[in-house]
């Protein structure tokens, strides 16, 4: 049984900074890219970040390049999402999902994030 399990959100103020963790078990998480998605109350749920199986390539959507870093540990089977210089934009529920070939196989619960002060 595939698990994913994100962790770290919370409530932060304007410009602070947080980190979220994803782990997987049940899967050989090594071979699989792994992705950050958010869905802000009221609006869609969208990509955030992406990082292949090797962790040599990562992607950012717009709004977090320079901002954001996404990195994985494949021997801890984790993902996470360091998140700096945050704004209220950014408050969301967080979501960590497995990805092949494009398509999301395994989503987590989810974490919520506040930016508020």
């Known amino acids: 049984q595939v698990q994913v399990v994100e962790s770290g959100g919370g409530l932060v103020q304007p410009g602070g900074s947080l980190r979220l963790s994803c782990a997987v078990s049940g899967i050989l998480f090594s071979v699989y890219d792994m992705g950050w998605y958010r869905q802000a109350p009221g609006k869609q749920r969208e990509w955030v970040a992406s990082i292949t199986s090797t962790g040599h390539l990562r992607k950012y959507t717009d709004s977090v390049q320079g901002r954001f870093t996404i990195s994985r540990d494949n021997g801890k089977k984790t993902v996470d999402l360091q998140m700096n210089s945050l704004e209220p934009e950014d408050t969301a529920v967080y979501f960590c999902?497995?990805?092949?070939?494009?398509?999301?196989?395994?989503w987590g619960q989810g974490t919520r994030v506040t930016v508020s002060s």
């Open positions: 999902a497995v990805v092949r070939r494009g398509s999301q196989l395994h």
